[in-house]
């Protein structure tokens, strides 16, 4: 489906485009987090687990901005998988205001436990473009994605 605008070529081309760009990533998305709903978590929390197990331990900062999260955004996500007891936060003994984010015990056996299924949803899902395609879907989402004004 592409965009009912009537303006220019250019315009209706890339509004076209985005429809397209949107539809397929809530598509694919909504998919491919399903499975999580069954374990009580969100995307964003999700997200959080995943990265502390493939990056350990981080601050804050550092998870919102990987996550693509304000922070206010990411300390509600933080204080919920912390009430889960799924994370902890320990902070700097040099500065206090540096708080880093790491996995317990039961969040870490949680994430390895639940990503490869993910890691399988994900292959299946993309498996409707060739190999050549999702390194091409990557090369331009990250070159759109890398845009500035």
Known sequence: MGSKYKGNHDEVRALSAFI???RASDSVGSRAFNHIQTEQLTPSQF???EVLLHGGPMCQTDLGEKLLRTGATITSVIDHLEKS????R???????????????????????????HHARVITKELSALTPSEQVEL???????GRKNG
């Open 20 to 22: 397209n760009l949107m």
């Open 47 to 49: 997200g959080v687990l």
């Open 138 to 144: 990557r090369r331009l989402c990250k070159k759109l």
């Open 85 to 88: 007891g799924l994370v902890e």
């Open 90 to 116: 320990e902070r700097s003994k040099d500065d206090r205001r540096f708080i880093t984010v790491c996995l317990t015990k039961k969040g870490e056996v949680l994430i390895q436990r639940i990503f490869p």
